[in-house]
């Protein structure tokens, strides 16, 4: 038996050493033969190539549905953890909003008993005309949009127009009135001044527009600590524009200048409100006129 598996061992040797030596040559000779192969009956490659991956199809679907159930799984866990987390957080900020709406109701109904105690004068009737920006007549020397709204819809020269980015922001004022549409004059144009109060000092200023995008913050007096970040809101002063409204944030302050940057972006403004803001008549005086206690003969 050892003899003969030494005889077949050495059979073998030449043609394993003949294989060693042209296996360069044999494997250049298959590649070329497959090229041809492709190049002469490419009908025939395709198809064998489709029966291969319809056969592996099947193969490969079964090993794929472990893998995609365990995916799902996975996204399924983390969507989950997400809707705990959220759910923590809305929970939280329920109980906040509902302590701030009881603390809400006690303050408007102790400013209401005030006022009943102070006879104080009410506040200017308010309502809104909403209207939407038809055309953006902006240009180099001039910022105004046009509205669809005019003096049929009850608009009147003067009024503010607000928009909306989670409180009323003050875009500008109508400055002209036709039968059907009006025009607002921006608050970065160079011809716009609003009476402002910055929100914590409460102290007074008035805003200009450059025909830039930034604001400018003037007259405030000598010696105002002014910071990045501090809240800009309209006045009231004069009557034109109701206290309150929201015009920007500083965010530049140097030794010369304050920017503020309008809470209102002019290229995104689409839909606004205008205010019918008026104050009321002032009151017939009671008091006689003077003649009135003159004797007769002394008129």
């Known amino acids: 038996m050892r003899s003969r598996g030494g005889s077949m061992v050495r059979l073998a040797m030449p043609f394993k050493a003949a294989v060693q030596r042209f296996a360069f040559l044999i494997l250049?000779?298959?590649?070329?033969?497959?090229?041809v192969l492709g190049k002469a009956d490419v009908f025939m490659v395709e198809r064998f190539r489709m029966a291969v991956d319809d056969f592996a199809l099947p193969l490969l679907g079964t090993l794929a549905e472990p893998v995609q159930a365990a995916h799902a799984m996975v996204t399924e866990a983390e969507h989950l953890w997400w809707l705990r987390s959220d759910n923590e957080r809305l929970r939280a900020e329920n109980a906040r909003l509902l302590a701030f709406a009881a603390e809400t109701r006690q303050l408007v109904g102790q400013n209401a008993r005030l006022k009943a105690l102070l006879h104080v004068t009410p506040d200017p009737s308010e309502s809104f005309v909403s209207a939407r920006v038809i055309a953006d007549t902006g240009g180099p020397f001039v910022r105004t949009m046009l509205l669809n709204a005019g003096a049929q819809n009850g608009v009147r020269l003067g009024q503010a127009v607000i928009g909306e980015t989670g409180?009323?922001?003050l875009v500008g004022r109508i400055v002209e009135v036709g039968r059907r549409t009006s025009r607002i004059l921006l608050l970065t144009d160079l011809n716009a001044r609003v009476p402002v109060v910055l929100e914590k000092s409460r102290q007074r200023a008035v805003v200009a527009g450059d025909n830039s995008d930034l604001l400018r913050?003037?007259?405030l007096p000598p010696g105002m600590v002014v910071s990045p970040g501090d809240r800009v809101m309209t006045s009231g002063s004069g009557g034109l524009f109701p206290p309150g409204l929201a015009v920007g944030v500083v965010t530049r302050v140097t030794?010369?200048?304050?920017?503020v940057t309008p809470f209102i972006d002019r290229h995104r403004v689409d839909l606004v409100s205008v205010i019918r803001y008026s104050m009321p008549p002032p009151e017939a005086d009671p008091t006689p006129p003077a003649t009135a206690a003159l004797a007769p003969g002394l008129r």
């Open 255 to 259: 030794k010369s200048l304050v920017q």
């Open 167 to 169: 409180e009323p922001a």
């Open 217 to 219: 913050l003037d007259y």
């Open 28 to 35: 250049i000779g298959s590649a070329s033969a497959l090229l």
